[in-house]
């Protein structure tokens, strides 16, 4: 979800199913968590034929062993499963998951009962005739700004760049060139036609909701985030890192709230690391879901329970660098970090004021194990963004915080990329303003990006 809500924890299939009514074209969705991956065919020894040669590279750079936790899925075990008629529709090759679709929830105990399944969990409901909006003939005009330039290069968006010395790093000569992101999102509404995006090295596109689909149509929360990393209009809005390539993918689905958010985002992320991207912003985080009963618990902020933060952890693990969401519920009931804005080893981002005090609305620590959350903050009460007509708005959340950080991060590793990605990380967090005296609302404080390339407090 767009740093919306989203998860907790969830229960056993078989019990869930004796409380379910069938609807009329209703169908269900199931996470099966096999026992191995099978004969896949695929060796570790030969990893070209699973992973891209820039995905090799980087592995082989940060010293990160190809291992089986990388071999693709059996064919054959997705063909048993299909063969109950239960429909593939993600999988998870990190933790050996496949998330089936099925109209009859009673296939739950048939799959349960395969001596490849380990567990079944319900992870979905509805109704799939719910379909999205495509793009026609006439949405081919170009979009320019409407906003008179100003007399800066970094024009509405200076201030938040400036608060946290990037300006001074891009003038080192940092812009990103040469590094690969990953934007995981729920749409990229017409950023494909905006001026604004003219310079965008675009890697390319996936769509895991429905896979071929354009992600340039349906929302346009993620254009808003691309705008802060990638916006390259001087005068109007320069992003904070306008050099550097990207891969634009869209993981979450806004019809519902449900579990498989989860399995989505981890699709999303193992697929960014297949392409070999270095570096993963996320304006997503979930916890509490359409049914309750499957929503999560403050307690298990622990960066290890979630599913989702389990992706985190093991996408830290491989040599990712992940810029992520706290989440905007700090004036809510639930107050705390959205999952997976609790795992250790990403770079949670939190909001602050044009007055540099914590955004009301920004989620809160610790964590449930008492670990220093979020990491860092930035501006996130009222700065600048692209919306989906190519135009300058003012916007608010933890959902943009995120990008305008992950950028500078981003141009931080381009200048120093002799370090590894908790290197970078631990950069990050000393060069921040409370680094000594972190607390729940801000964490480290406010990172100085140029401080953390000349290593100074």
């Known amino acids: 979800m767009k740093i ?30 096999l026992k191995d991956k099978g004969p896949s065919g695929y060796s570790i020894d030969n990893p070209k034929f699973f992973l891209s040669q820039e995905a090799i590279s980087r592995r082989q750079k940060e010293h990160i062993p190809v291992d089986t936790s990388d071999l693709p899925i059996a064919h054959a075990y997705l063909d048993t499963l299909g063969a109950l008629g239960a429909k593939p529709v993600v999988t998870s090759k990190w933790f050996s998951t496949v998330v089936v679709e099925c109209e009859d929830s009673a ?23 719910t379909t999205t909006t495509t793009g026609t003939d006439k949405d081919t005009a170009r979009l320019f700004p409407t906003d008179a330039p100003k007399n800066t290069t970094y024009g509405y968006a200076e201030k938040q760049i400036h608060m946290l010395n990037g300006i001074r790093l891009h003038k080192e000569g940092y812009r990103g ?60 809005m320069v992003g904070t890192a306008p050099e550097a390539s990207y891969w634009l993918i869209k993981s979450e689905d806004g019809h519902s709230e449900y579990p498989i958010e989860e399995d989505y985002w ?18 997503l985080g ?7 009963e499957l929503s999560y618990h403050p307690s298990m902020l622990d960066g290890k329970t979630a599913f989702i933060s389990r992706t985190a952890r093991e996408a830290a693990r491989k040599g990712l660098l992940l810029f992520v969401s706290a989440g905007n519920e700090g004036n809510g009931s639930w107050e705390k970090l959205t999952f997976p804005a609790d795992v250790q080893h990403v770079v949670t981002v939190g909001s602050i004021t044009e007055g540099r005090v914590k955004s009301v609305f920004s989620s809160v620590g610790f964590t449930a194990d008492a670990r220093v959350k979020p990491d860092v903050v930035a501006l996130g009460t009222n700065c600048t963004v692209i919306d989906g007509s190519g135009s300058i708005r003012y916007a608010s959340g933890t959902s943009f915080s995120t990008p305008i950080v992950a950028g500078l991060g981003v141009c931080l590793w381009q200048a120093l990329p002799q370090l590894n990605n908790l290197e970078i990380m631990d950069r990050i967090r000393r060069s921040s303003s409370q680094y000594a005296l972190p607390d729940a609302g801000m964490g480290y404080g406010i990172p100085n990006l140029y401080n953390a390339l000349k290593d100074e407090p």
């Open 266 to 283: 981890t699709a999303a992320v193992e697929f960014a690391d297949s392409v070999g991207v270095q570096v993963i912003s996320s304006s």
């Open 177 to 236: 060139k040469g590094m690969r992101v990953a934007v995981i999102d729920a749409g990229f509404m017409f950023a494909d036609r905006m001026a604004v995006f003219d310079s965008l090295r675009l890697e390319g596109t996936y769509n895991v909701i429905t896979p071929g689909e354009s992600v340039f149509f349906d929302d346009e929360h993620g254009t808003k985030v691309l705008s802060c990393l990638a916006a390259n209009a001087p005068g109007v």
């Open 4 to 33: 919306k809500p989203g998860l907790r924890s969830y229960l056993p299939i078989i019990c869930m199913l004796l409380s379910f009514e069938m609807l009329s074209g209703e169908s269900f969705c199931f996470r099966i968590y």
């Open 286 to 292: 979930y916890y509490a879901f359409d049914n309750k």
């Open 107 to 129: 296939i739950a105990g048939q799959l349960q009962a395969l001596s490849i399944v380990d567990s079944v969990k319900w992870v979905w409901k509805g109704n799939r005739n």
